[in-house]
């Protein structure tokens, strides 16, 4: 497997990286915040960093959620935090004319687990050139998503990743088989855990998702014991007032204790 260089500052495949950010683009003054700490938190544990957010979050539970400011707003904000910071940033796509605009800002196109099997959505982000990371649906075995990656590859983009973020186990609930990191990783890609969704409550609120937000630090360690590239996180100054994902974000205390935990048990990985 190839390193994958974005943006001329973090190679992913080469040292542990950090996907983070808030679930949604609040405010610049919330993304400036986090993207602020993590940053500094990276630099200090020697971990490459990828800020995240998204402009909309086209499938919450009710259509009366906030879904997030918009392409235009949120693509304003992620060009100021890209700029300010210097780091690369990620966000999500959900159709294909979203695509080549969201292109000129990001450095990342993320495909939601949903969409995991949209062939017009995956070509479309994988002829822009810029990295696909690839989030397995909750219905997929981790094996099946070959498909996903052959269809970005077929555009001549080899830069792919796929994430981890759990299987749905019954009504309301999911499970992380951490054999999938290993089978996705024999595709010959960059695999993603992503930590705070794999203990997501999908619809558990009736009109909203919960979280157990106490299982991330031992899924996050457990994940790095297998074997990762990447580990993804929704990081939030305060997750209780957060208007997406808050039971299943981290503060910057928690963020800090499992990143650490997580680059101890990725060194340790490397060095057998």
């Given at each position: 497997?190839?390193g994958?260089?974005?943006?001329?500052?973090v190679?992913?495949g080469?040292?542990?990286?950090?996907?983070?950010g808030?679930?949604?683009?609040?405010?610049?003054?919330i993304?400036?915040?986090?993207a602020g700490?993590l940053t500094?938190?990276c630099?200090?544990l020697?971990?490459q960093?990828i800020?995240?957010?998204?402009?909309?979050?086209?499938?919450?539970?009710?259509?009366?959620s906030?879904?997030g400011p918009?392409?235009e707003?949120?693509l304003?904000m992620?060009?100021?935090?890209?700029g300010?910071?210097?780091?690369?940033v990620?966000t999500?796509?959900?159709?294909?004319?979203e695509?080549d605009?969201v292109a000129?800002?990001?450095?990342v196109?993320q495909i939601?687990?949903?969409?995991?099997?949209?062939?017009?959505?995956?070509?479309?982000?994988g002829r822009t050139?810029?990295t696909?990371?690839v989030?397995?649906?909750?219905?997929?075995?981790?094996e099946?998503?070959?498909?996903?990656?052959e269809k970005?590859r077929?555009t001549g983009n080899?830069k792919?990743?796929?994430t981890e973020r759990g299987?749905?186990f019954g009504?309301?609930?999911?499970?992380?088989?951490?054999?999938?990191?290993?089978i996705?990783?024999?595709l010959?890609?960059?695999?993603v855990f992503?930590?705070?969704?794999?203990v997501?409550?999908?619809?558990?609120?009736?009109?909203?998702?919960?979280?157990q937000?106490e299982f991330?630090?031992?899924?996050?360690?457990a994940a790095a014991?297998v074997?990762i590239d990447v580990?993804f996180?929704e990081?939030h100054p305060?997750p209780?007032?957060a208007?997406?994902?808050?039971?299943?974000?981290?503060?910057?205390e928690?963020?800090?204790?499992?990143?650490t935990?997580?680059?101890?048990?990725?060194?340790?990985g490397?060095?057998?």
């Amino acid at each position: 497997m190839n390193g994958i260089n974005i943006d001329g500052k973090v190679t992913v495949g080469g040292k542990l990286t950090l996907i983070g950010g808030p679930c949604m683009a609040e405010s610049l003054e919330i993304c400036r915040e986090v993207a602020g700490y993590l940053t500094e938190l990276c630099a200090e544990l020697d971990v490459q960093y990828i800020f995240k957010a998204s402009f909309d979050k086209a499938n919450r539970s009710s259509g009366s959620s906030v879904r997030g400011p918009g392409i235009e707003e949120g693509l304003n904000m992620l060009s100021r935090i890209r700029g300010e910071f210097q780091v690369p940033v990620l966000t999500d796509i959900h159709e294909t004319v979203e695509v080549d605009r969201v292109a000129e800002v990001v450095d990342v196109l993320q495909i939601p687990a949903f969409l995991c099997r949209q062939t017009d959505l995956l070509l479309a982000a994988g002829r822009t050139g810029k990295t696909v990371n690839v989030k397995k649906g909750q219905f997929m075995a981790p094996e099946d998503m070959k498909g996903a990656v052959e269809k970005v590859r077929s555009t001549g983009n080899g830069k792919v990743m796929l994430t981890e973020r759990g299987t749905s186990f019954g009504y309301h609930n999911l499970v992380v088989d951490m054999r999938s990191l290993a089978i996705m990783r024999s595709l010959g890609v960059p695999v993603v855990f992503d930590a705070t969704h794999s203990v997501q409550l999908p619809g558990g609120l009736g009109n909203a998702s919960g979280g157990q937000r106490e299982f991330i630090r031992p899924l996050a360690r457990a994940a790095a014991a297998v074997g990762i590239d990447v580990l993804f996180t929704e990081v939030h100054p305060n997750p209780a007032k957060a208007l997406s994902d808050g039971p299943n974000s981290l503060n910057f205390e928690d963020i800090r204790t499992v990143l650490t935990e997580v680059k101890a048990i990725y060194e340790l990985g490397k060095s057998r």
